[in-house]
Every structure is written in structure tokens, then in C-alpha cells.
């Protein structure tokens, strides 16, 4: 099992910027795709952005599409969430995932504590 422990979140208004990072333990993390996913309050939790072993794909929900940039530092056993222009609805509870490709939407690890992003009109 891979330990993730995602950072970076707090509150802002609507229109800043954020970058979450999540840190991965394990020495194959830059064999595998990573995915962010989050979670709103009453709402299940849903598919943001993923990114495949080396960085070179990417793959971004409709909703976050030219908003967010999905990254990743192998050497550093880290992968990222830049947010621009950030929204109210994207207040939620974000976290990070391995993936079993950029397109597949099921988390194969168990989650972690998770990072709280509020964006506040």
C-alpha cells in the first residue's frame, strides 16, 4: 500500500489560485498514473485530473478543464494540483489517488486525510 498525504488547501476567494500537493511513500511511484479527486459537502466524491507515469498525459473533468493543471516530480514522490480561477463550487475536500490509467476514474489505493479547499464568493 501507498501512504498519501495531500497538502496545500485553505481558504480563498473566488478568482485566487491554490497548488495542493500530495506526497506518495513507496519506491515505484513513477510507475504508476496518479489522479486528484475530490469531495463537496453532502456530495459524492468525484474525478478531477490525472496524470500518467512520466507527465507526459494528462486528462482533466470538464468542469476543471483550462482551470486546473495536474503535474508531478518523480524524483520527489510528489504530484500537484495548480487551481486558477478558482470557483464556490470548487470547495471541497481534495485528494490524491493512484490510478490504473489517466482515463480510469477508480482510485486503486486507500485515501488519506485528504486536503480542505473553500472558495468563498
Known amino acids: 500500500q501507498v501512504q498519501l498525504v495531500e497538502s496545500g488547501g485553505g481558504l480563498v476567494q473566488a478568482g485566487e489560485s491554490l497548488r495542493l500537493s500530495c506526497a506518495a511513500s513507496?519506491?515505484?511511484?513513477?510507475?504508476?498514473?496518479m489522479g486528484w479527486f475530490r469531495q463537496a459537502p453532502g456530495k459524492e466524491r468525484e474525478f478531477v485530473a490525472a496524470?500518467?507515469?512520466?507527465?507526459?498525459?494528462?486528462y482533466y473533468a470538464d468542469s476543471v478543464k483550462g482551470r486546473f493543471f495536474i503535474s508531478r516530480d518523480n524524483a520527489k514522490n510528489t504530484v500537484y494540483l495548480q487551481m486558477n480561477f478558482l470557483k464556490p463550487e470548487d470547495t471541497a475536500v481534495y485528494y490524491c489517488?493512484?490510478?490504473?490509467?489517466?482515463?480510469?476514474?477508480?482510485?486503486?489505493?486507500?485515501w488519506g486525510q485528504g486536503t480542505l479547499v473553500t472558495v468563498s464568493s
Open positions: 496524470i500518467n507515469w512520466s507527465g507526459g498525459s494528462t
Open positions: 513507496g519506491r515505484t511511484f513513477s510507475s504508476y498514473a
Open positions: 489517488n493512484r490510478v490504473a490509467t489517466i482515463y480510469s476514474r477508480n482510485a486503486l489505493n486507500a
